[in-house]
């Protein structure tokens, strides 16, 4: 069983679909971390992620991005380092962003995506899991709530990492976000046409959870 869940920066997915993959005993499978590897490897060999883009596509050759799946989640390495979290940074989500609007980038992570997903029971979350990655997934759900509903869950989250930054500069970040993300010319951030939209703006996490988790418990049943 396949679920896909996609929907814009900020909306709670990877949280969400973490939380609901363990109520269900499914794994669950966090793409955004994968892009944010690739965009920390970029950081770390301080490209130009708006400019250099031949030499990111060059750099997907020169590095090994492993993935480990247990009962405590997803671990993200980057040559052999755990980087898990490292890439939450707001400058790497900056660089994530941008290096997520390269083709080739997206064209290495989906082949490693789907062969994660083969022969499990899965969540995927992601900007284009259920359009292009797994378009055959039984489930699908486009996660949304308002921009400022989003950058302030993203603030607190911030905040309570020791990371230092305001409101404004998150929301900013959330928008821009939200612009390549959808305006990308490769597989670009859009609503399947068999997909739930559930917008979770105002809701607790908890209910946001409960909502996820009946709508797919109701699917599945069908």
């Known amino acids: 069983m396949k679920i896909a869940i996609d929907g814009p920066s900020g909306a709670g997915k990877s949280t969400i679909s973490k939380c609901v993959a363990a109520k269900l005993g499914f794994v669950y499978i966090d793409t955004g971390a ?3 590897t ?3 490897s970029a950081v770390n060999n301080k490209f130009d992620t708006k400019k250099d883009i031949e030499s990111i596509i060059k750099m997907l050759d020169e590095i090994n991005i492993d993935i480990s799946l247990d009962a405590s989640g997803q671990r993200m390495y980057l040559n052999g380092n755990d980087v898990t979290d490292l890439i939450r940074t707001p400058e790497v989500s ?3 962003s941008d290096v997520a ?3 080739e980038v997206r064209i290495k992570l989906v082949e490693l995506q789907r062969k994660l997903a083969e022969g499990k029971n899965v969540i995927m979350d992601g900007r284009d899991i259920a359009t292009y990655v797994l378009p055959d997934a039984e489930i699908k759900i ?3 709530a308002s921009a400022e509903s989003r950058a302030e869950r993203r603030y607190k989250e911030l905040l ?3 990371i230092s930054t305001t409101f404004e500069q998150v929301l900013i970040d959330v928008n821009n976000r939200d612009e390549n993300d959808s305006k990308r010319e490769f597989s670009p951030l859009k609503v399947d046409d068999n997909a739930k939209i559930i917008d979770t703006t105002g809701n607790s ?3 946001s959870i409960t909502v996820i988790k009946e709508f797919i418990i109701k699917e599945m049943s069908k």
Do not use: W
């Open 101 to 103: 609007v390269i083709p």
């Open 205 to 207: 996490l908890e209910e």
């Open 160 to 162: 309570s990492r020791g």
């Open 142 to 144: 486009f996660l949304t």
């Open 94 to 96: 900056a660089a994530a």
């Open 38 to 40: 690739i965009g920390l």
């Open 34 to 36: 994968m892009y944010r």
